[in-house]
């Protein structure tokens, strides 16, 4: 039977893959101006364009009440969470492919799981613990010493993905807790909001020019990528129920896999595909146990 509270599941599920072209454009992205432009400036103009952006597409309709909250203090945490996990995914990405790097976030779900047991008090099974531990080995093929250019050696910025996907399984965690009593486009705006005046008050140390105006316009586009895929997810979820939704999440991995392939001529070999094809089957399967 068709539910109710969801009468459009096929948009919603549109707009979710949407989102992950969305996302994997901003990782691209990220990519192809790391190591020229600076974290803090990067992320201050990308949370620039994004609470710019976020205000212009829902203020028409909410009005003031966009910017009401009942929850201050968690609005700041969950923006500090989204802050920290841009600037660790910016500095992963000038170490990492982007399409590796996405899959190995693709273990979110899991890490979800993992940390509700201490956090919410929640039982997880020997099932879910063995699908975490497959789904980590599969990262840790993917991110193996390899000889091409991204890593010819092993060193510590290659495990960032790994810190990256604990950071944005508490973030899920705090935004779960809050969609109970917040508007999700009064969240947006003020995770938007916290990233801006973080990376304002970082901008002085961090300040750097850019030679052309193609780096800033691709900067930019970081923030409009962003800013765009959460609105897209913001709609999906109203249209459809997560547990439909989260499978078809995967796709971001061959979006980021064909943009890595399109601007960088990077193709995964083989043991990487094996690694990406374990994360994703442990974390398909990690969403029916659960």
Same mark, same amino acid.
């Given at each position: 039977?068709?539910?109710?509270?969801?009468?459009?599941? %096929?948009?919603?599920?549109?707009?979710?893959?949407? %989102?992950?072209?969305?996302?994997?454009?901003?990782?691209?992205?990220?990519? #192809?101006?790391?190591?020229?432009?600076?974290?803090?400036?990067? +992320?201050?103009? $990308?949370? *620039?364009?994004?609470?710019?952006?976020?205000?212009?597409?829902?203020?028409?309709?909410?009005?003031?009440?966009?910017?009401?909250?009942?929850?201050?203090?968690?609005?700041?945490? $969950?923006?500090?969470?989204?802050?920290?996990?841009? =600037? /660790?995914?910016?500095?992963?990405?000038?170490? +990492?492919?982007?399409?590796?790097? =996405?899959?190995?976030?693709?273990?979110?779900?899991? !890490? @979800? =799981?993992?940390?509700?047991?201490?956090?919410?008090?929640?039982?997880?099974?020997? *099932?879910?613990? &063995?699908?975490?531990?497959?789904?980590?080995?599969?990262?840790?093929?993917? @991110? $193996?010493?390899?000889?091409?250019?991204? &890593?010819?050696?092993?060193?510590? &910025?290659?495990?960032?993905?790994?810190?990256?996907?604990? /950071?944005? !399984?508490? #973030?899920?965690?705090?935004?779960?807790?809050?969609?109970?009593?917040?508007?999700?486009?009064?969240?947006?705006? #003020?995770?938007?909001? =916290?990233?801006?005046?973080?990376?304002? @008050?970082?901008?002085?140390?961090?300040?750097?020019?850019?030679?052309?105006?193609?780096?800033?316009?691709?900067?930019?586009?970081?923030?409009?990528?962003?800013?765009?895929?959460?609105?897209?997810?913001?709609?999906? #979820?109203?249209?459809?129920?997560?547990?439909?939704?989260?499978?078809?999440?995967?796709?971001?991995?061959?979006?980021?896999?064909?943009?890595?392939?399109?601007?960088?001529?990077?193709?995964?070999?083989?043991?990487?595909? *094996?690694?990406?094809?374990? @994360?994703?089957?442990?974390?398909?399967?990690?969403? $029916?146990?659960?």
């Amino acid at each position: 039977m068709t539910d109710l509270r969801y009468p459009h599941p %096929a948009l919603g599920i549109a707009l979710a893959v949407a %989102a992950t072209a969305c996302f994997a454009l901003l990782d691209t992205t990220s990519q #192809y101006v790391g190591g020229v432009v600076p974290v803090m400036m990067a +992320v201050w103009l $990308r949370f *620039l364009v994004q609470t710019g952006m976020t205000a212009a597409m829902l203020y028409p309709s909410q009005g003031k009440s966009l910017f009401i909250t009942k929850t201050p203090g968690w609005q700041l945490l $969950r923006g500090a969470l989204m802050v920290t996990s841009g =600037t /660790i995914a910016y500095l992963a990405l000038q170490h +990492v492919p982007v399409g590796e790097f =996405t899959a190995i976030l693709m273990l979110v779900p899991l !890490a @979800i =799981t993992v940390l509700a047991a201490p956090l919410l008090r929640e039982r997880v099974s020997a *099932l879910t613990w &063995a699908l975490v531990a497959g789904g980590f080995i599969g990262a840790l093929i993917v @991110i $193996r010493p390899k000889t091409a250019d991204f &890593a010819g050696g092993l060193h510590g &910025a290659m495990f960032l993905p790994l810190v990256l996907v604990f /950071i944005n !399984a508490l #973030y899920q965690i705090v935004t779960s807790k809050m969609v109970k009593t917040e508007d999700p486009g009064t969240m947006h705006f #003020y995770t938007g909001l =916290t990233g801006l005046v973080f990376g304002t @008050i970082a901008l002085p140390w961090s300040w750097a020019p850019m030679a052309t105006w193609q780096l800033w316009a691709l900067v930019g586009l970081m923030g409009v990528f962003g800013s765009l895929g959460h609105y897209l997810m913001i709609q999906a #979820y109203h249209r459809a129920p997560a547990s439909l939704i989260t499978p078809y999440m995967y796709a971001q991995i061959a979006f980021a896999t064909l943009a890595g392939w399109v601007v960088f001529g990077y193709a995964p070999d083989g043991w990487t595909v *094996l690694g990406v094809a374990l @994360i994703a089957l442990c974390g398909g399967l990690g969403v $029916r146990v659960r």
